[in-house]
C-alpha cells in the first residue's frame, strides 16, 4: 500500500503496521497512515474498538506490540 502524501506535507504522527493493546488483547491491528500538521482528524468507534489506545500509543504511554509510530521527531517501535 502507497501512502498518499500529508496536506502540508509535513506529517505530525505517522503511523506504519501499528498493532498496540493491553495483555493478550491487541485492540489495534496493522494500521498505517498520517496525521498532518495543521489536520483535524475525528476518530471514532463503537466503545471498546481502540481509540483511547490509539490515542495513548500516538502521546507515548503505550508501546507499540508491532510495527511503528512516529510523532514528531520521536519514533516507537515493539517494547523488549
Known amino acids: ?4 502524501p500529508s496536506l502540508s506535507g509535513h506529517p505530525v ?5 501499528l498493532m498496540t493493546g493491553y ?10 497512515g ?3 500538521q495543521g489536520s483535524l482528524t475525528e476518530i471514532v ?6 481509540k483511547s ?5 500516538t502521546a507515548g ?5 508491532s510495527g511503528t509510530c512516529t510523532a514528531g521527531r ?3 517501535r515493539q517494547s523488549c
Open 1 to 4: 500500500m502507497q501512502r498518499q
Open 13 to 17: 504522527v505517522g503511523l506504519d503496521d
Open 23 to 32: 495483555g493478550s488483547h491487541a485492540a489495534i491491528h496493522h494500521v498505517t
Open 34 to 36: 498520517e496525521f498532518a
Open 45 to 50: 468507534g463503537p466503545n471498546g474498538s481502540g
Open 53 to 57: 489506545t490509539l490515542l495513548k500509543t
Open 61 to 65: 504511554l503505550l508501546a507499540p506490540r
Open 74 to 76: 520521536w519514533t516507537m
